[in-house]
């Protein structure tokens, strides 16, 4: 059965800190992996990553996937209470299947 | 990407009643989700909407509770049946781009509360 752990599951920083969030993955024929945010009711997308060691980065927020460790991180850089939110962890496998999610990792930074 | 909208927002339901959900996308998608959020949880997948013919429920819904419809590419509804307090949850539809490495979008999502 396909699996996504995330870690931690919780999280409270202060404003300017750097955090990492990690995402592990089983997933029976791999295609990708999304990480999203979700602040109040709908995910919101960040990231696709399909292959090994190639960084995403937009502003402070960057991701990296190593397809041989089956994880990811997330990270994000001189936080701010507006990047409190829960972020998800969800991959996919080959042919129209759903993302399976994790459980999500809730930020929270305080000023 | 997708730009998709729910209706309604949010709802406050009596027990015993049914509340159907729409969700409607700008371009047509071949695959559609059915999500549900119960406070403090993850997402967990109700059904994928097929175009055409049954939805695929997962374990644990069943389509008397959660009727689904799916009548062309770009709309969905979900009927959530004779609710009770334990259906109070954020009800999410989704959509999955062809191509690419099948990106999953969300609409703005409906709170339900059943009381």
């Known amino acids: 059965e396909d699996k996504v752990v995330q870690s931690p599951l919780s999280l409270v920083v202060h404003e300017g800190d750097t955090v990492t969030l990690n995402c592990s993955y089983e997933v029976t024929n791999f295609r990708s992996l999304l990480w999203y945010k979700q602040e109040k009711k709908a995910p919101t997308f960040l990231f696709m990553l399909?292959?090994?060691?190639i960084e995403k980065k937009s502003g402070r927020l960057s991701s990296i996937l190593d397809k041989k460790e089956l994880f990811s991180i997330l990270n994000i850089t001189a936080t701010q209470t507006g990047d409190s939110a829960v972020y998800l962890c969800a991959v996919g496998s080959s042919g129209n299947t759903p993302l399976v999610f994790g459980k999500g990792t809730r930020l929270s930074v305080i000023a | 990407s997708a730009v998709i909208s729910q209706k309604p927002s949010r709802d406050i339901c009596q027990r015993g009643t049914s509340l159907t959900i729409q969700c409607q996308v700008d371009?047509?998608?071949?695959?559609m989700f059915w999500y549900r959020q119960q406070p403090g949880q993850s997402l967990t997948l109700i059904a994928t909407?097929?175009?055409?013919?049954?939805?695929?429920?997962e374990s644990g819904f069943v389509i008397d509770k959660f009727p689904i419809s799916r009548p062309n590419l770009t709309f969905s509804t979900l009927t959530v049946s004779n609710m009770s307090p334990e259906d109070s949850s954020i009800y999410l539809c989704?959509?999955?781009?062809?191509?690419?490495?099948?990106?999953?979008?969300f609409g703005p999502g409906t709170r339900l509360t059943v009381t």
């Open positions: 399909t292959s090994s060691g």
């Open positions: 371009s047509q998608v071949t695959m």
């Open positions: 989704s959509v999955q781009t062809t191509g690419g490495g099948g990106e999953q979008y």
């Open positions: 909407a097929n175009q055409g013919s049954e939805a695929t429920y």
